[in-house]
């Protein structure tokens, strides 16, 4: 398995390791449900360096990426973010990402660890020119109401204004870090990009704030689900288009992008599955693979599910025939079936991410 500048301090902290998608990486370090809590009420610390980053130079090689994503990265204003998918001829989604751009000549792209082969052949067949610069960088994220406090403890003071899905590349101790503000927990959170040099040191300053616990796979997964967001090799693949995935709203339809008279034709078709979220009656967790049934028809396939510290209840995304995917529907799942709600998004609906500061 592949390590990350931070493995050794995952044996000092006592953390359960695992192999994710080649990569030797925490899933808890105290408990999924204790860390999970944390992270809700006051700061988690994750390392998320298995991460893969793209630097792109120049308004030709950003205008060659944008012709395969569905969002809008040529008008992206500097200090800026925003989340998209890059997808193949047909219209599949081969990974979903965040765009940062740092000036008028400078986009940032962070995809997923396991499809990053797939990303470097799409960009070599469609002329894309990417520095992948994952091998030296780093990325340690701070998730919680309390992580802008965190930030600001460390002596990251350039951090503290940043608006809600913005980056800023910043000084720490004499290195150029950048740090952006996204929070995939649903909380206020940061996500920093630094070199391999730094991250111990960093990572250290960090745990010695009173408020902040380490954190690993498990509550990330638990996260992100309470409050709907899509997990790359789960909810979304190459196979499915981003109509499949849930991700119509980010779609800017007006402009030119790779697969997209395929994309609107299945969307003029109207008959796609779409991944909704779902909701179980108790603490009983839908779990991916369990079909999803409404009475005695097969309607879908849970796709990922989890408990939900948070909401008390059993939590996840399905794939659902297109007359079931909408919120306030009552299915059953798996071979006991298990009583499940569809869901509007967010479950949890007391997250911090959009707190002005």
Known sequence: MRRTPLCDEYARLGAKVVDFHGWALPVQFGGIIEEHLHT??????FDCSHMSEFLLQGRDAIAALDRLVFSDFVGLKSGRCRYSALLNDAGGVVDDCVAMRLDEETLYLVTNAGPVGAVEALFARHGVTAANVSDTTAKIDVQGPR????????????????PYWSARRMGWREHEILVARAGY???????????????VDLWRAFLEHPETAPCGLGARDTLRL?????????????????????????IVWEKDFNGKTAI???RARGDYSRLTAIVSADRRSPRR???VRCGAEAVGVVTSGTYGPSVGRGVGFALLAPA????GVALTAGPREMPITTAEIPIYKEGTCRVKV
């Open 289 to 291: 693979g369990f079909e």
């Open 40 to 45: 809700r009420s006051q700061a988690g610390l």
């Open 147 to 162: 992580s802008r406090d965190v930030l600001l403890a460390v002596g990251l003071e350039a951090a503290g204004p940043l």
């Open 226 to 250: 309470e409050v709907g967001y899509p997990l790359y090799g789960e909810d979304a693949s190459e196979e499915k288009t981003p109509l499949e995935c849930g991700m119509e709203r980010f």
């Open 324 to 327: 079931y995917a909408h919120a």
């Open 264 to 266: 609107e034709a299945q």
């Open 185 to 199: 927990t649903g909380e206020l959170g940061y996500e920093l990009y630094v070199p391999n040099e730094v991250a």
